[in-house]
Each structure stands twice: as C-alpha cells, then as structure tokens.
C-alpha cells in the first residue's frame, strides 16, 4: 500500500507570489500558521493514487511527528517518528517499510520552522477567491516530489493536502477539522515501540 503518494492537479507557477489577491494569504502567513500547529488531532478522508479511499484518524506533534490510523477493515498504519516514516501492514508479519522523513514532501510541514519563502520552495500559488492553494518542495532535493497544500479561513485552516512522490504517484488527504488543544502521547509516533507491541 503507497500512502503518501498522492494526485496533483496542474497549476500555473504565479509570475509573483506578491501580485496575488489581497484576500489570499501570503506565504509569511501560511508558514506562521504552520508553525502554530504543535499538537493536534482530527480526521481525515483519504484518496489514493488507484482512486481507493480511506478514513482514520490523524495525530500531529510538530516537529516531525504524525501519525495515520485508518478505520476498519483497514487495518494500516502510518507513523512518522525518530525521522523516520513506518508503513504498518497487519496482512504481514513482516517488519513495516521504512523510510527517511526527510524525504517525503511531508517533511516540508512537519520541520521544526516552517519557512515558505525560501527560494525555489513555493513552485506555484494559487487563489480562486476562497481558497488558498500552493505547491511546495525541497528546493535542494525537488527530486523527492512535492505537497500541494489548500487553505481556507478565516480563521486560517489546513483543509487539504496533495503528495506527489517523486516516481509521479499522488494520495490526497482532506482534513475535516484539526483540534489543536488536544495533546497526544508521545508513544504514539515511537515506531520501535509500536513494532515491540506488534511482535515484529
């Protein structure tokens, strides 16, 4: 199963981020609002590259730190920990696939600052009079792939997210809500422990 690779819409690269619409948010904003973000919970829809769809709940701890838990019968399970990212399969009796964090366009939303504004980072913006829309990447590694990330507000909310891997498959996750006075555990995203309690 290849969560985190999502679809991508084509989007014009903006001549200037700063000839967008005065109600659109800038990327200062954006990378604030991010950054806001410590703990937080809520749940989620998610469409994947073969146009399967899936729901669970996620768990954010900024930085570095989100966790996927899909609804029955899916029985998967997504942890980013210790930078490293884990794919839970319980079909297999396996150890999970394991990859760097560091890697994925996810990381671009999870590092410890958020900083948009770096050159090469935004590779499009878009603002269609309600939503706020950019596409982002590792200028120094654009060959990760990228994350196509949608706001709305106010109050400025994170509403959805496209991932592109870097072989070109997409996954779309929208969030119906994130509540960002819950805390949870720690334990939560330690992948040893999640393998110890698994038996792998």
Do not use: C, H
């Not at 001549?15 to 806001?36: C, T």
């Not at 890697?103 to 939303?109: A, K, S």
């Not at 509403?159 to 997409?170: H, L, P, V």
């Amino acid at each position: 199963m290849k969560l985190f690779r999502l679809f991508l819409l084509p989007l014009l690269l903006a001549a200037s981020v700063q000839q967008a619409s005065a109600d659109a948010l800038n990327l200062n904003q954006i990378s604030a609002y991010l950054n806001s973000i410590t703990d937080a919970t809520g749940r989620f829809t998610q469409i994947n590259n073969d146009g399967s769809t899936a729901t669970g709940t996620i768990y954010i701890r900024r930085p570095g730190r989100i966790r996927f838990e899909y609804d029955p019968p899916n029985d998967a399970l997504v942890i980013a920990g210790g930078g490293q990212v884990a794919i839970f399969d319980n079909k297999s009796n396996q150890p999970p696939e394991q990859y760097p964090l560091r890697r994925t366009p996810l990381n671009i939303i999870l590092e410890r600052d958020v900083d948009l504004t770096r050159a090469n980072m935004v590779t499009a913006f878009e603002y269609d009079g309600t939503y706020t829309m950019i596409v982002a990447q590792d200028p120094k590694n654009p060959e990760y792939g990228n994350i196509r990330l949608m706001f709305g507000g106010p109050p400025t909310q994170l509403q959805q997210w496209i991932i592109t891997s870097g072989d070109g498959t997409k996954t779309t996750v929208t969030l119906d809500g994130l509540d960002t006075q819950a805390s949870p555990r720690v334990g939560l995203f330690n992948i040893p422990q999640e393998m110890r309690q698994r038996g792998l």
